[in-house]
């Protein structure tokens, strides 16, 4: 749970399509402690990555003093 107390949900959803199965990265970002509406997306793996990269880096970032 976030310090605002979200629900973030990361899992995999596989779609078997007899033309072309599809597997995406779901995030579930659930309402917060005053009911207020979250979102969710569907992610490509690369997509993922990207978006993981993103957060490490961001996650450096706000580490570092003076930031």
């Known amino acids: 749970?976030?310090?605002c107390?979200?629900?973030i949900a990361v899992k995999c959803?596989?779609?078997a399509s007899p033309e072309?199965?599809?597997s995406r990265v779901t995030l579930d970002v659930g309402q917060d402690r005053g009911g207020e509406p979250g979102t969710w997306a569907a992610l490509t793996a690369d997509e993922a990555r990207d978006l993981a990269r993103l957060l490490l880096a961001q996650a450096s970032r706000a580490e570092r003093p003076g930031r």
Request: proline content about 8%; charged content about 35%; cysteine-free.
């Open 13 to 15: 959803l596989r779609l």
């Open 5 to 7: 107390g979200r629900r």
């Open 1 to 3: 749970m976030t310090s």
């Open 20 to 22: 072309k199965p599809i």
